[in-house]
């Protein structure tokens, strides 16, 4: 690696030569209805010059629109662009806006956890992020940490006894909705919602269909298209299974599960038991997408074309789509059957065209990108080379900047000789919320077609906030574990929902008469009643959890196991003990005689997950076992042979590119491939299905206001000491 380092500090120097930049305080004000250049200046005790110098998108004469983000100079700043002079009294130094608010009658303690946000922190009391920062002043000068003990201001607030139970209805949850988009529905945040639904688990978003929700009435109407639900009870008959319920009822196997608790308790269905199934009535006229697909009619597509296209006949389309019986019109939106298939790709119930974005480029459109990354310049001394390399192999957030950012540059080049022309600016944000709003007040983003980082989820929520007004895309390169709104966020990294419903769809499609396994500790708990849903049949290993260890009985695990059939055992822990207990414990059974007394019969076994949690990946874990055990798992991305791009790479950094340099170039080709077709990401994205690159596939799909949302996924397996694809 040290051709790899010498080369990176030598390019980041280079790029970052000159770009020092002055510390600052700030204040950020969310504009609320009615108000007024003049009146928030007016709260802050500053000018509107004051504003306008940090807020270039805002011009003097100009309404301030709802919810737009404002930069706001803090305490002791002096307005830069007519500083304070004895020809120039007026202009005041600004003060702290708090010291009219409300007094607190008096204060709790919060121990941060975990991935919590300022913001977070602030919806969940109740009060604003400026209240919490007032108590706790090294919040103005440094990041929020784990384990930090914050003083939480108290003040008046209305009773629950005083809360009208009038102003609440019962929301009966849908398929595929989420937390977020009910919330956004209601017009609340997800913290008052669960606030309102104390059942709600905390450490986990999971949301199951037919729950019901208390929320908030929205005034003047209602939520249109709920599902009315009554329940009825059912007595189970011998040899009863999901399957069948599912088709008797026209209820998903893992509701069931949920409304019935004891179902898991008593390790699946049993004769007598006597278990709830929702009866419901759907108040809705919509088409069923659950039996069509649907295709808008492009410009100049003709009658012959079009059925070519679909691999339908003129005659059953019309039979489907009566209108067309007055012609064929752009616009249109045909409905097929949904088993339909042809030359294109279906998304949710929609047919995109295959589009060969390498034959659609227009070399007219000149994507210009920013890429804004922790490089950690400020920890880099040039005259020390050693010291430099072994602060990136620390700080992982300089390693993956580097990894991207390289990557990156091979994309660039590539993308140069297909005659793209790119303008690129790169920019250092230090890991730092301060240094990138310090970057925003100097940027014009509206000038950007996308912005690339930052890595942070704070600093990507800043960016993604000032970047929604001039409708730039910002793309997350790596996960990004935020519940707020950011409708202009492409985040690339594929969920893990979405990861374990392509796993267990790939297992539901390969299950034939196998005995099945699942052994998940109590974090994974919901993962283990999907699973058990989906393989009613499957028995639970129970995991012993104690403070200091955690693990399973071996000689239960014995008893467990079918000498007659294939064995697949579904692992859920993000706990590498236990994965390392467990995938000893599971080899040392594989391909061998349990108990020779009774039978000579030897066990295959066979191991999954479906979410290869950091857990798998402990240098504890032995290679060979998971490979014995031919071990497979969903993935974001594939393994990298010797491609073109990894050739290009090793000539120009000296190195194999690990996996972000192969997200970073795989990243960057795909988005300036589509902004070269059309320089405008939310327009393509709705044109585009999947596309592949070396280690990596992208589909994006909006998820109403929350963003654009990675769908595309590999199936990959331990076979041979390789890990390879299973197609």
């Not at 002096?78 to 009294?89: G, H, I, L």
């Not at 730039?472 to 893990?496: E, G, H, K, R, W």
């Not at 104690?546 to 000498?563: F, M, Q, T």
């Amino acid at each position: 690696m040290n051709q790899v380092y010498k080369n990176i500090v030598i390019l980041l120097l280079f790029v970052f030569v000159g770009c020092k930049a002055t510390a600052q305080k700030f204040l950020t004000h969310p504009v609320k209805k009615g108000e007024t250049l003049e009146s928030v200046a007016k709260k802050y005790k500053v000018t509107p010059a004051n504003i306008l110098t940090y807020n270039k998108e805002i011009r003097e004469g100009q309404d301030l629109k709802p919810n737009t983000i404002l930069v706001i100079p803090a305490e002791g700043t002096v307005d830069q662009a007519t500083p304070s002079t004895p020809n120039n009294p007026r202009t005041p130094v600004a003060k702290d806006p708090r010291a009219e608010q409300e007094e607190p009658i008096g204060f709790t303690s919060h121990k941060v956890r975990k991935r919590e946000t300022l913001y977070g922190i602030a919806q969940r009391y109740n009060i604003t992020e400026e209240d919490i920062k007032r108590y706790n002043r090294d919040l103005y000068s440094a990041q929020l940490k784990k384990r930090m003990v914050l003083k939480i201001p108290k003040y008046r607030r209305v009773k629950p006894s005083e809360v009208n139970e009038d102003d609440y209805e019962t929301y009966t949850v849908a398929a595929k909705e989420t937390r977020w988009s009910i919330a956004h529905k209601y017009g609340i945040t997800i913290d008052s919602m669960e606030t309102l639904n104390p059942s709600l688990a905390k450490n986990t978003s999971y949301l199951a269909e037919g729950a019901e929700l208390k929320m908030p009435k929205i005034a003047g109407s209602s939520v249109q298209n709920q599902v009315t639900e009554l329940f009825i009870s059912y007595t189970v008959p011998a040899k009863m299974n999901f399957y069948q319920l599912e088709k008797k009822f026209n209820v998903k196997s893992d509701e069931i599960v949920r409304l019935n608790p004891e179902i898991t308790e008593r390790g699946g269905l049993k004769e007598g038991m006597v278990i709830r199934i929702p009866e419901r009535k759907v108040e809705t006229g919509e088409v069923n997408t659950d039996n069509y697909i649907f295709y808008e009619v492009k410009p100049k597509q003709t009658e012959f074309s079009l059925t070519r296209k679909l691999g339908i006949s003129y005659t059953e389309l019309l039979a489907l789509n009566p209108d067309l019986q007055n012609g064929l019109k752009a616009g249109m939106v045909l409905k097929l059957p949904k088993e339909q298939t042809g030359d294109f790709e279906v998304r949710n119930a929609l047919v995109l065209d295959k589009i060969n974005l390498l034959d659609s480029i227009n070399v007219a459109n000149k994507p210009k990108l920013m890429f804004m990354l922790p490089f950690r310049t400020d920890k880099i001394d040039a005259e020390n080379k050693a010291n430099t390399r072994q602060m990136i192999e620390k700080r992982t957030d300089a390693k993956i900047s580097l990894g991207l950012y390289t990557g990156a540059l091979i994309a660039l080049d590539s993308l140069a000789e297909l005659g793209i022309s790119v303008d690129v600016k790169t920019l250092d944000n230090q890991l730092s919320p301060l240094k990138t709003k310090s970057i925003l007040i100097s940027e014009d983003l509206s000038s950007y077609s996308a912005v690339i980082g930052p890595l942070d989820v704070t600093s990507l929520q800043e960016v993604a906030v000032r970047a929604s007004q001039h409708r730039v895309p910002v793309i997350a390169p790596i996960p990004a574990d935020t519940q707020l709104s950011m409708s202009n966020v492409f985040f690339s990294y594929t969920p893990d929902d979405v990861l374990r419903k392509r796993m267990l769809g790939y297992l539901k499609s390969k299950v034939e008469e196998q005995n099945i396994l699942i052994i998940a500790d109590s974090t994974n708990a919901i993962v283990r009643d999907s699973i058990l849903a989906h393989f009613p049949d499957a028995k639970v290993v129970e995991v012993i959890e104690e403070e200091k260890n955690i693990g399973i009985n071996r000689e239960k695990v014995a008893e467990l196991l079918s000498e007659e059939q294939e064995n697949w055992v579904i692992v859920e822990t993000d706990n590498f003990r236990l994965a390392s207990s467990v995938t000893s414990i599971l080899n040392s059974f594989h391909n061998s005689v349990i108990d020779p007394e009774i039978s000579n019969k030897k066990v295959f076994v066979r191991m999954f997950t479906t979410n290869k949690y950091k857990a798998f990946e402990n240098e504890v874990i032995s290679n060979s076992h998971l490979s014995n055990l031919n071990f497979t798992f969903p993935s974001v991305y594939k393994e990298v042979g010797n491609d073109a791009f990894a050739k290009r790479y090793r000539k120009r950094f000296g190195d194999t590119p690990d996996r972000y340099a192969v997200r970073g170039f795989d990243l960057t080709y795909d988005l300036v491939l589509k902004l070269a077709y059309k320089n405008d990401l939310m327009e393509v994205s709705k044109l585009i299905g999947e596309t592949e690159y070396a280690g990596n596939k992208f589909s994006y799909e909006k998820d109403f206001a929350s963003g654009y949302f990675n769908q595309a996924s590999y199936i990959m397996s331990y076979e041979k000491m390789r890990i390879k694809e299973i197609k």
